[in-house]
């Protein structure tokens, strides 16, 4: 075979394989770049806050920002048995949640895209005594990266003994 025979078969395996790799990233990539769009959008859609975290002495109230007259959820201190943070892998970045249990079985879900989180989060050992504080449990939580890492702040029946 001469150099342009050599070439030419180069230059069609070149164009093959890249016409291979395209369709095979086509057939890849749009379920990827699908998914990551849709998580963005999700993410980009929940930084307009759609809930709200108060608190006072005796209950955290969470009211839903979206619906008109919506009526809070009441969560008493003093109901809360167990509290637990993890993150939730949303793909490109984690968002931190807490888990309220309550000693009638209910379990309550707040996360860090709520509004009134950071005072709430630094307030819970103050009601809570024996709770893990903020710097206590955030890096145990946040590192490494994408990976779940629950960890229990607070359990009332630790309190007792």
């Known amino acids: 075979m001469d150099a342009l025979g050599l070439i030419s078969a180069a230059a069609i395996g070149i164009v093959?394989?890249?016409?291979?790799?395209y369709s095979l990233g086509v057939w890849l990539g749009i379920p990827f770049l699908k998914r990551f769009s849709d998580r963005a959008e999700t993410r980009k859609r929940n930084a307009k806050k759609r809930h709200?975290?108060?608190?006072?002495?005796?209950r955290v109230d969470v009211v839903n920002l979206h619906i008109v007259n919506a009526q809070?959820?009441?969560?008493?201190?003093?109901?809360?048995?167990?509290?637990?943070?993890?993150?939730?892998?949303?793909?490109?970045?984690?968002?931190?949640?807490?888990?309220?249990?309550?000693?009638?079985g209910r379990c309550f879900e707040l996360d860090e895209d709520m509004d009134g989180w950071n005072p709430f989060i630094d307030a819970i050992p103050a009601?809570?005594?024996g709770c893990k504080k903020f710097h206590e449990w955030f890096l145990e939580v946040a590192v490494p990266?994408?990976?779940?890492?629950?960890?229990?702040?607070?359990?009332?029946?630790?309190?007792?003994?």
């Open 72 to 104: 809070p959820i009441h969560i008493q201190w003093s109901a809360m048995e167990r509290l637990t943070v993890f993150k939730r892998d949303l793909f490109t970045v984690d968002l931190i949640c807490l888990v309220i249990e309550l000693k009638d």
């Open 127 to 129: 009601h809570l005594p």
């Open 16 to 21: 093959c394989l890249a016409s291979l790799g």
């Open 52 to 58: 709200s975290i108060r608190f006072d002495d005796e």
């Open 145 to 161: 990266a994408f990976a779940t890492n629950s960890t229990e702040i607070f359990r009332r029946a630790a309190m007792v003994e």
